[in-house]
């Protein structure tokens, strides 16, 4: 058990020879707890220098490692949901010595990704998408005539989302060549790892098993009341000893649950299920942080790390989360309505004093946000006041609800959007780049961005005062430092506000419309040009007569956003010029039409050109 994080690379000569799977399948299996040891504490060291995921890697070594021991990979697939979970995975191929670089700028992606090595099958960094994107591989070896494998390994709540049911759903019913692990890291759905849980699930793995079930199908098949007296009892006595009789009804096999930190019955039970057809489902249970005796301990503050150097580095100034969460609680003791939802963020969100405050007007549906969305619009039906905090990269998945179940019908819901904008070091699955383009095509939305803290608390007090659907997007991190005031007051909707007037002549008056943080940019931008600074506070509606003032006063404007420019609020800017036929050159920054890869926030609003240079440079380029 370890107590510390390694700060010097740690001596791991085991490790050191397997530099790919197949060196892996050379070692004598008595070899494997070692080279498990020296996986952990090199995992330890790494995620100390670099920072990221950390407790679900941990929990996952012996299963990574006997997972890549028993299949062929590359040639089989192992399909990895939650991508947390990969850290010993990309340390066992090829990616060893960078890892302490992960997260980093031209380092290593923080989840698993097609275009970094060819053992990382499907691209991830949400969740529950392995079950289906496996099946879609299996089908495809099948169609194509290869008898590889594919696995999906779930968990770290994945389960909990009805994507990966209505994949077990068709799979079942196919019949496809898949093994489902999943990987319950006590968390979840664990039951008590016993003796007899082991028996069975060694028995029911075995041949000699598949072979007696395979035979008294083809026996008793002729009698079909024999038959179906003989399935009963077998399920009966499955769900006796194991809480599988649910994806037995699905269509799967079901084994387990076993010691997913006990490689030689892991080891045992894959080869065992490597060679049985058909859809099989593996119940695993770990303990996420396992061998390190904090993060076992506190799993939840364990879930990530920061790098060391700046881990006892306390934050000088809360987060918009924080603001967010401190909001909720005032708002819930002046009105007793109001109910919050979470798709499993409590944390992140910053929840958790409202959880413990409120237990009882406080929802953690799991990772389900298209449920989150329509259990708000059913809230609202009955008059309560639901707010719906949730990440903007997430919030994606509850789209169609967002249209259907709520806008349609004008309900009074709140979406509180954290992480919009770009996230840093998670990168492009986790970057909120386009809710501003997907939330102002929608009728009776009103869309808010603050560009400061108290922006914040006020927005969203204006949303949540308002009778209809109502989003305020708010960045990671903190903000500028802007001191929160405790009152709260409803801010005109759809009304912007001028922070700096130039005092330019005609043929150089530039101004700077700013959708949020980058309202902070635009004031840098004035301590070297004298420009006009907006800060426009409402993407829907549009402060179309601000906007008509601006275009009146000067001879260019730029917009500034943290979204996709396509169909983002520069093009809501632009869109209104057009309409009234006014033509004063109008130029939008914001983030282009391409991903942006994983690196520090600073380097990619550099990357994308939302920095002072590439503002002054756009100004001198259109005057």
């Known amino acids: 058990m370890f107590t510390e994080i390694p700060s010097t690379r740690p001596s791991t000569p085991l490790l050191d020879s397997v530099s790919v799977p197949a060196q892996l399948r050379e070692l004598d299996a008595e070899q494997l707890p070692q080279l498990c040891h020296e996986l952990r504490e090199y995992l330890l060291y790494s995620v100390g220098q670099s920072g ?162 395979e035979g008294g199908k083809k026996v008793l098949g ?18 006796m000893v194991a809480p599988g009789i649910f994806f037995e009804e699905l269509g799967f096999n079901y084994y387990g649950p076993i010691d997913g930190h006990d490689t030689a019955e892991l080891v045992h039970t894959l080869e065992n299920l490597k060679k049985l057809p058909g859809p099989k ?38 987060s918009y989360s924080n603001i967010f969460g401190r909001w909720l609680c005032d708002m819930a003791a002046a009105d007793e309505r109001l109910m919050g939802i979470t798709p499993a963020m409590r944390e992140g969100s910053d929840l958790i004093r409202f959880s413990e405050l409120y237990p ?14 329509t259990l708000a619009a059913g809230l609202a039906c009955e008059g309560a006041k639901p707010v719906l905090a949730i990440y903007s990269t997430f919030l994606q998945r509850g789209y169609d609800q967002l249209i259907h179940d709520v806008a349609l019908q004008n309900l009074d819901v709140l979406f509180a959007i954290d992480r919009a904008g770009l996230v840093g070091e998670d990168g492009p699955t986790h970057h909120g780049a386009y809710d501003l383009s997907y939330l102002r095509c929608i009728p009776n939305m009103v869309v808010m961005a603050p560009s400061d803290e108290n922006e914040c608390r006020q927005m969203l007090y204006t949303g949540y005062q308002y009778p209809g659907p109502a989003a305020v997007r708010y960045p990671r991190g903190s903000g500028a430092g802007v001191s929160v005031e405790n009152t709260m007051t409803a801010l005109p909707i759809g009304k912007g506000v001028v922070r700096r007037r130039s005092a330019a002549e005609a043929g150089q008056r530039v101004a700077l419309l700013a959708f949020g943080a980058p309202l902070q940019l635009a004031l840098d931008v004035a301590q070297q040009l004298d420009v006009t600074i907006a800060d426009m506070r409402f993407v829907k509606p549009l402060d179309e007569a601000l906007v008509e003032q601006l275009a009146a006063d000067h001879d260019l404007l730029i917009t500034l956003e943290e979204n996709a420019i396509a169909g983002g609020a520069g093009s809501a800017v632009l869109e209104h010029l057009a309409s009234q036929g006014i033509t004063t050159a109008c130029r939008q920054l914001g983030i282009p039409d391409r991903y942006v890869e994983h690196a520090a926030p600073q380097q990619q609003w550099q990357y994308v050109g939302l920095s002072v240079d590439a503002v002054l440079d756009t100004i001198r380029q259109n005057l």
């Open 281 to 318: 489902f593996l119940h695993v249970v770990t303990k996420k942080g396992k061998g390190f005796a904090p993060a076992e301990a506190d799993q939840i503050k364990y879930h990530a790390l920061k790098k060391t150097s700046a881990a006892s580095q306390a934050p000088a100034k809360p």
């Open 222 to 239: 002729k009698i079909p009341a024999a038959w179906e007296f003989a399935r009963k009892t077998e399920e009966h006595m499955k769900a």
């Open 360 to 373: 009882q007007r406080y929802f953690d549906v799991a990772i389900a946000e298209q449920h989150s969305v």
């Open 52 to 213: 990221g995921h950390f407790g679900a890697g941990l929990g996952v070594v012996e299963l990574t490692v006997a997972l890549h021991y028993v299949f062929n990979t590359p040639d089989d697939k192992l399909v990895w949901d939650v991508g947390h979970q990969a850290y010993p995975h990309k340390i066992l191929t090829g990616r060893r010595d960078a890892m302490t670089a992960i997260r980093s700028e031209g380092g290593l992606a923080a989840f698993p990704l097609r275009t970094e090595s060819d053992y990382d099958t499907f691209g991830v960094g949400h969740s529950s998408t392995s079950i289906s994107a496996a099946m879609g591989m299996s089908l495809a070896m099948r169609a194509q005539g290869k008898d590889n494998q594919a696995v999906a390994i779930i968990g770290d709540g994945a389960m909990t989302a009805g994507m990966a049911f209505e994949a077990l759903n068709h799979a079942g019913h196919e019949k496809s060549d898949l093994l489902v692990i999943l990987n319950d890291n006590d968390m979840a759905i664990s039951d008590n790892v016993g003796a007899l849980n082991k028996y069975f699930t060694r028995l029911w793995s075995s041949q000699t098993y598949t072979s007696l079930r």
